[in-house]
């Protein structure tokens, strides 16, 4: 007898091909029969009137710390996402020495916006190699895992602080390369490194002193595997560079034959031909022979400031920067400091006017502020007879700094550009950035505006195109061989949803995070049923007992 069987459904395979109706049962976890199921299952599911597509694959997160204390990545399930690639932009847990865990926390830290207190609160460092690490988060996993090696994590683990000072020595990288095939041969899917991040000293980080020798290396490491993905984020401040960056990855793919990943390639109406050329160069390196891909995602790169968390677009003015490194009654203070406002108006008025002309306002916490809602801050600014930064300053601390001012549609925000990108065969669906940044934005729930905006709204893609986007072809480039696609032998890994309905709801601002941190999050719209290597995790909008995940 089947465990599960799935009645009635419109089947949207994953591999781009038409939609049909049929039944599929599973059984053990694997999908045993597609088509018409005569036995009865243990359990059944009417899935009359919906879509089963296989299980959505999100491979750019950073869900590294949150797996620690939730198997679930929430809300990334929820959305029918049942894999996701965490590890990216070169960091990742493990491996670390006890003495290197908080350099690693730092960089977490800066980079990617999660607070040493989460840490501190959340992350036990049990563990030193890449194995232990991926043995800690194991048990309990709600969902699927495609661990990456960081290789500013592993750079520092063997160098110590001359990571970032200098290239490795023939034996340091021999010592790189021995960890990198342990860990694949524990499971790993691949590394990641980076050409544009900075630690919590403004410094690069470890894998940007990284010489071709040594990258070349460690994809030869890792192919050994007979698999491996290079993930990287390109120096994308200076379009020049980023081509290298592009041009490099197609050597490094050539040498070693692993495929290559770089994130974001975006739109931007600042340059509006960027993407353009990048795409370009990736076609090169394709032509060449080379495995390069490029990853966008659908939605606007919006985002919300809140003098009271972090924000990365407040990194380029250093005296804004600075206080924002304080605890927050001290950020009060010195945003409050009669002293300080000339200067900090000034410093604004150099850097930061043309981001505060198009911020709205957003949530509000105090009375005085309550009329202010839904106004753009210069708006708000003539109301109150003040310049933009003095403006945006009274109106936070009036909050104690909790005000959300939002940046929306200013990048990446162009249907008509952004969808050029999406249909691009070299151009996977990635870069959501799941899991960091949360107090500036969720990064969750791409699948949702990809199937509602472009598919229903727009029609600029089919049902079929988009869901192989989001699982067969993603499956294929990443070795991911028994994933992505309705058929028989494959992984149960399902997701049954109302095509009229499926979306991404509104962001909301809440306390769920270890360390008093904070966090946005988006609930889905339209799933039904998450499934993950044949368990019921979700359904009816509330989660199940049942963890099936693996690392894949």
């Not at 493990?94 to 977490?108: D, N, S, T, Y």
């Not at 095939?181 to 490194?193: K, N, P, R």
């Not at 200076?238 to 770089?262: F, M, P, R, W, Y």
């Not at 192989?468 to 994933?483: C, F, I, K, P």
């Amino acid at each position: 007898m089947d465990d599960l069987v799935i009645r009635n459904a419109r089947v949207v395979d994953g591999s781009g091909g038409a939609a049909f109706s049929a039944d599929v049962a599973v059984r053990n976890g694997m999908i045993s029969g597609v088509g018409e199921v005569a036995g009865q299952g243990r359990r059944e599911i009417d899935a009359r009137g919906q879509v089963l597509a296989p299980g959505f694959i999100d491979i750019h997160t950073h869900y590294d710390p949150q797996i620690c204390w939730d198997r679930l990545a929430t809300p990334s399930l929820e959305h029918g996402v049942t894999t996701v690639v965490m590890g990216n932009c070169s960091l990742s847990l493990a491996p670390v020495r006890p003495e290197g865990r908080r350099k690693l926390i730092k960089m977490f830290e800066k980079i990617e916006d999660i607070k040493e207190a989460t840490f501190d609160e959340a992350v036990p460092f049990s563990w030193e190699s890449f194995s232990d690490y991926m043995d800690h988060v194991r048990p309990g996993l709600g969902l699927n895992i495609g661990a990456l090696v960081g290789h500013s994590a592993l750079r520092f683990y063997v160098m110590g602080k001359e990571s970032q000072d200098r290239v490795a020595t023939d034996a340091e990288i021999e010592t790189m390369c021995v960890l990198l095939e342990q860990a694949m041969a524990a499971g790993a899917m691949g590394l990641s490194t980076s050409y544009i991040d900075i630690d919590e000293d403004n410094r690069p980080v470890p894998s940007r002193l990284a010489d071709m020798r040594e990258k070349i290396a460690l994809c030869k490491a890792m192919a050994k595997s007979g698999r491996g993905v290079l993930q990287t984020v390109p120096y994308f401040i200076d379009l020049e560079q980023q081509l290298a960056n592009i041009e490099e990855l197609g050597e490094l793919s050539l040498a070693s034959g692993v495929t290559c990943s770089i994130a974001p390639i975006i739109y931007s109406p600042v340059a509006p031909d960027a993407w353009k050329r990048s795409v370009a160069k990736l076609e090169e390196q394709r032509a060449r022979g080379a495995k390069v891909y490029g990853q966008s995602m659908p939605r606007s790169f919006d985002m919300n400031i809140r003098l009271s968390e972090t924000s990365f677009l407040l990194f380029g003015t250093p005296s804004w920067n600075a206080i924002m490194q304080r605890p927050v009654a001290e950020r009060i203070a010195a945003f409050g400091d009669p002293a300080a406002r000339a200067g900090l108006v000034e410093a604004a008025a150099a850097s930061l006017l043309p981001l505060m002309h198009i911020l709205r306002i957003g949530d509000t916490y105090s009375a005085e502020n309550k009329s202010l809602e839904g106004k753009l801050l210069s708006e708000a600014a003539l109301e109150l007879g003040k310049s933009l930064p003095d403006a945006m300053l009274d109106i936070a601390l009036r909050d104690g700094l909790q005000t959300e001012f939002q940046l929306k549609g200013a990048i990446h925000a162009d249907p008509d550009q952004v969808i050029q990108l999406l249909q691009h065969p070299l151009v996977h669906i990635g870069a959501s950035d799941a899991g960091a940044h949360v107090s500036q934005f969720c990064g969750a729930g791409d699948t949702g505006t990809l199937l509602d905006f472009y598919v229903r709204q727009r029609g600029d893609m089919t049902l079929e195109r988009a869901v192989h986007r989001l699982t067969g072809e993603v499956a294929q480039a990443w070795g991911m061989a028994d994933r992505g696609l309705v058929r028989e032998g494959y992984a149960a890994d399902l997701v049954i949803f109302d095509p009229q309905t499926i979306g991404r709801g509104e962001e909301q601002f809440v306390s769920d995070f270890p360390g008093e941190a904070r966090r946005y999050v988006c609930h889905a719209k339209g799933i039904d049923t998450v499934i993950v290597n044949g368990a019921v995790v979700r359904e009816a909008g509330a989660y199940t007992e049942a963890r099936a995940g693996v690392f894949v």
